[in-house]
């Protein structure tokens, strides 16, 4: 039982959507965008929201368009000023909620000069940061309408989901082989993306002994799991770019996240100068190439049988460790950090399952992950499970 499948365009989110939804999202998110470098001079907050001013026009193929405006943060973008200009985040939540006034006082006095992040100055903020923006979606200039997706470094290198998702897909179709885009979520900081080869399966028995799905399947009975992939990005600063494959129960669709398999890389680059940015053809072929490459490299690597077989093996022996009552349950899962609320799904999806053991635990975990209506929150739990069993 998964949560419901949503698209919103107008935030640009998504839970268990289909391809062809994700990618008409990640299309209109993709024409919309506007990314920014501009200095701190050039910065300021003004009734909780960020306003550019006095930067110059910047011409460009399409015409002259203007990067000063105001942006509505989203909490990713809160994120990135309270780490950039040293705010505790709560304190910077509760004033976005409780005093806006002082919120505005408190970030100009940080971007105009005051607290550095090094330390006490009455200079102003010498750095200059990436603005990765929103336009609204008819297009206007951002007058009260802009978002702030996020408030970055200078250095981080872009990589867009709209750009991953078709390197993906562009690798996928190279390999020649049966893979499915299943299904994507999309949060306000990353895009998953869940492939599987539905052809490449192995018998799991010990892994799988005693386990009922605690939902009603046409597979209820059968120990097969199949092999997928697991694919993250953030375009605003919330993790790094990543591939892991995943092993699924096929009774329940529990995907259990190889965690020593993920592959990730950082959004680092070069230092960028102030004006908006507008990547060359070539620095995007260059990323779409390294990305389709790496894709088709995982591909490769893990969906095949012999990774599959290996990879059960490696779960089997952790998962058949006893686990028996409920306060065995919260023991070893204690440092998983999982909230009451999710612990609660995992408890009762425990008690279903019918599998007292270790393995029962970590496909208690996948399944109340499909539940959870935060796709960052399920992604965290199946790694969980997957650390549990120690893979």
Not at 49 to 70: F, M, N, R, Y
Not at 71 to 90: H, M
Request: with cysteine; aromatic share 4%.
């Amino acid at each position: 039982a998964r949560a419901d499948r949503t698209v919103d365009r107008h935030t640009t989110t998504a839970r268990n959507a289909n391809l062809s939804d994700i990618a008409a999202l990640l299309q209109d998110r993709h024409a919309r965008r506007h990314d920014l470098v501009v200095p701190a001079s050039m910065i300021q907050a003004w009734r909780g929201q960020i306003l550019v001013k006095g930067s110059e026009p910047q011409v460009s193929a399409d015409g002259v368009t203007s990067t000063d405006g105001l942006y509505t943060p989203t909490d990713v973008a809160d994120d990135g000023l309270a780490d950039k200009f040293s705010i505790p985040r709560a304190y910077l939540r509760r004033l976005r909620e409780e005093r806006p006034a002082l919120l505005d006082a408190t970030l100009n006095h940080h971007i105009r000069g005051g607290f550095a992040p090094t330390a006490i100055t009455n200079e102003p903020d010498g750095r200059s940061f990436l603005l990765r923006t929103l336009l609204p979606e008819d297009g206007s200039a951002p007058d009260t309408s802009g978002i702030l997706r996020a408030f970055l470094s200078d250095r981080y290198a872009i990589q867009d989901d709209f750009d991953i998702l078709l390197s993906v897909l562009q690798a996928v179709k190279e390999t020649g082989l049966h893979v499915n885009v299943d299904s994507a979520d999309l949060t306000e900081g990353r895009m998953h993306l869940r492939l599987s080869a539905p052809e490449t399966t192995a018998m799991a028995p010990a892994l799988l002994e005693g386990y009922r799905s605690p939902y009603r399947s046409e597979h209820e009975d059968s120990p097969i799991v199949s092999v997928g992939l697991r694919i993250t990005n953030s375009e605003v600063g919330a993790g790094a770019f990543g591939i892991a494959p995943e092993v699924r129960v096929l009774a329940c669709d529990n995907g259990l996240v190889v965690t020593k398999s993920i592959q990730r890389q950082v959004h680092l680059g070069a230092k960028m100068e102030a004006g908006q940015v507008n990547w060359s053809q070539e620095t995007m072929e260059k990323n779409a190439a390294l990305i389709a490459s790496r894709t088709k490299d995982a591909i490769k690597s893990f969906l095949n049988p012999v990774w599959l077989a290996e990879a059960v093996a490696d779960m089997t022996e952790a998962a058949g460790k006893p686990v028996e009552t409920v306060d065995q349950v919260k023991d070893v899962t204690k440092s998983l950090g999982f909230t009451q609320a999710q612990m609660d799904l995992i408890l009762g999806d425990f008690i279903r399952g019918g599998s007292p053991s270790l393995g029962g635990v970590a496909n208690a975990i996948t399944s109340a992950s499909q539940r959870v209506e935060n796709a960052d929150d399920a992604y965290a739990m199946d790694l969980a499970a997957g650390t549990l069993l120690g893979v």
